[in-house]
């Protein structure tokens, strides 16, 4: 069965950065986008970026250009997601999730991991 | 603030029907397909509704959704109390080349 498996919480100082990992299983990794999308706290769904699995070329959302790099491992079908330069206001849940092309449907998704930022 | 409009919360009482409407424009709902994702407190979101109707296997037929112009929507029939959770609307936008989201409603089965 298709498993996005996210790496686990983190906690990171202001001005830190953090890296998490998403490992997919149970299909063929280079057919298929992979998202990012952090939920804040209460807040709802906000989208980061895409990566694409051949050739590794990212589309990011403007809020992230800057700040945010995905890359991807294709030995271990891996997709990573870094954000930089943290602040307080990062904190939240952050998912990975797959289409099969960029603009259309996000089907599965990962269990989320947790990253808080704080003094 | 979100791209996509949504009311913040609907109810209904067991058994009823609720819809739930997602506003946007032309350079995403207007021009690309909606999906709708469900999402129970604690858990990642779910697939719900993919291209503004259908329902992915598994999905039951109590949950429906339309589009039309730069609007779509949600309905739920015959309301149960494992319907409480957010619901989320997205699409493709165009203009910002990614994706957006509405801000949620949260589903109160009264």
């Known amino acids: 069965q298709v498993q996005l498996v996210q790496s686990g919480a983190e906690v990171k100082k202001t001005g830190a950065s953090v890296k998490v990992s998403c490992r997919a299983s149970?299909?063929?990794?280079?057919?298929?986008?992979i998202h990012w999308v952090r939920q804040a706290p209460g807040q709802g769904l906000e989208w980061m970026g895409l990566?694409?699995?051949?050739?590794?070329?990212?589309t990011y959302a403007h809020n992230f250009q800057g700040r945010v790099t995905m890359t991807r491992d294709t030995s271990t079908s891996t997709v990573f997601m870094e954000l930089s330069g943290l602040r307080y206001d990062d904190t939240a849940i952050y998912y990975c999730?797959?289409?099969?092309?960029?603009?259309?449907?996000?089907?599965?998704w990962g269990q989320g991991t947790q990253v808080t930022v704080s003094s | 603030q979100s791209v996509l409009t949504q009311p913040p919360s609907a109810s209904g009482t067991p058994g009823q029907r609720v819809t739930i409407s997602c506003s946007g424009s032309?350079?995403?709902?207007?021009?690309?397909?909606v999906d709708w994702y469900q999402q129970v407190p604690g858990t990642a979101p779910k697939l719900l509704i993919r291209?503004?109707?259908q329902r992915p296997s598994g999905v039951p037929d109590r949950f429906s959704g339309s589009k039309s112009g730069t609007s779509a929507s949600l309905a739920v029939s015959g309301l149960r109390s494992e319907d409480e959770a957010d619901y989320y609307c997205?699409?493709?936008?165009?203009?910002?080349?990614?994706?957006?989201f509405g801000g949620g409603t949260k589903l109160t089965v009264l």
């Open positions: 999730a797959r289409s099969v092309e960029m603009a259309t449907t996000v089907d599965y």
């Open positions: 149970g299909y063929t990794f280079t057919n298929f986008y």
């Open positions: 990566i694409n699995p051949v050739g590794g070329s990212t």
């Open positions: 032309s350079s995403n709902i207007g021009t690309n397909y």
């Open positions: 291209k503004n109707s």
């Open positions: 997205a699409a493709w936008d165009d203009s910002l080349s990614g994706w957006v």
